[in-house]
């Protein structure tokens, strides 16, 4: 019996240990994982295409008075075109344009003007020199009038001339007062 044990013993084979998973080629996984990362990174990256391409204006970014100023006026400006009430436009476009100013140079300088005060104030302040106070008495008038006989043109100049006031590099605050 101890005979037919040993040719036995030498047939059997040692216990192997199971191969290794290679790491290429990925599993399916990790090729839409893949996928989804370069689609993100494309999307990302057209989007930021579109945003610069949208807001032509140095020196503003995502996120600030002006980022949204830029964008409140270009969305007035779409709406203008589009045949908007003249009026409403107008009342918007004054509030947008204190706001703005306060924006630049602080609440003290500017909050309390009102009238041809107001007008004489963005004349003398304005970065690209607009003529405020030929040009802006519609800005007065508006708010008060049964109806407001601007044209779409005298709107998109006062809308462009706000605008500037946007582009135009920050102006110095007085140090006194609070914003």
Do not use: N
């Amino acid at each position: 019996m101890e005979t037919d044990l040993i040719p036995a013993l030498d047939r059997l084979r040692d216990i192997h240990g199971i191969a290794g998973v290679p790491w290429w080629p990925p599993a399916p996984g990790w090729w839409l994982l893949l996928g989804a990362g370069l689609l993100l990174g494309l999307a990302a990256w057209r989007w930021r295409t579109l945003l610069t391409l949208r807001l032509p204006i140095p020196g503003i970014t995502l996120g600030t008075w002006r980022w949204a100023a830029a964008a409140a006026l270009r969305g007035l400006r779409r709406r203008v075109r589009g045949g908007a009430d003249a009026k409403a436009a107008l009342g918007e476009l004054s509030e947008l344009l204190r706001r703005i100013a306060m924006a630049r140079l602080g609440r003290p300088a500017c909050a309390g003007l009102t009238g041809e005060t107001w007008l004489a104030w963005l004349a003398a302040h304005d970065p690209a020199g607009f003529p405020w106070t030929e040009h802006g008495r519609l800005l007065l008038a508006a708010p008060y009038a049964p109806s407001v006989q601007a044209g779409p043109t005298q709107l998109l100049t006062l809308i462009d001339a706000v605008y500037a006031w946007v582009a135009a590099p920050a102006a110095t605050r007085p140090e006194s007062g609070r914003v």
